[in-house]
């Protein structure tokens, strides 16, 4: 795939039954009671995910063991409106540190009443995966609607109990 091959990002939206704010702490610090254990790089167990919440901040997953598999970093951190995630994820399912080969995940939070959010993913910049690129864009497009509806199927389940 040639570097100027731009493929279109993969997009996803989602209603959920949250304000603005609920919804956006819900996804970040509740992110391993949502995020499907399925989904997972580790050799071990997978036990959570983490979102950590400030610019920088890393976003992985931990093993029962204690092992942590790095997925990416946090690239902007602006509460309660939106989260953009470097995705470090090669086609191969497993971690690249370059920043040149990671693509981005943008997640919106756009108060559609004093009750709902609509919640846009979208997933960006994919021809950094070089010649795996359109495999992974086939990957990532086939498990962020399972992964979203996790996490609304959440937000429904549990947005009374989280202050």
């Not at 990002?9 to 989602?14: M, Q, R």
């Not at 021809?127 to 795996?132: C, N, P, Q, S, V």
């Not at 495999?135 to 086939?142: A, F, I, Q």
Request: some cysteine.
């Amino acid at each position: 795939m040639s570097s100027e091959a731009v493929l279109a990002p993969v997009l996803k939206t989602v209603v959920v039954g949250a304000p603005q704010a609920k919804a956006f702490k819900i996804f970040t610090e509740f992110f391993g009671g949502w995020w499907p254990s399925t989904h997972h790089i580790g050799k071990q167990p997978y036990e959570t995910a983490i979102l950590e919440g400030k610019l920088g901040g890393r976003w992985y997953e931990r093993a029962t063991d204690g092992t942590e598999c790095e997925w990416g970093k946090v690239l902007a951190w602006e509460p309660p409106a939106k989260v953009v995630l470097s995705w470090h994820l090669q086609p191969d399912w497993q971690y690249d540190p370059d920043p040149a080969k990671a693509s981005e995940v943008e997640v919106r939070f756009i108060p559609e009443s004093e009750a709902s959010t609509r919640v846009e993913l979208e997933h960006r910049c994919l021809e950094r995966h070089g010649a795996g690129a359109a495999k992974m864009r086939e990957g990532v497009d086939g498990g962020w609607p399972e992964i979203v509806e996790r996490f609304s199927n959440f937000v429904a389940e549990h947005r009374e109990n989280i202050r």
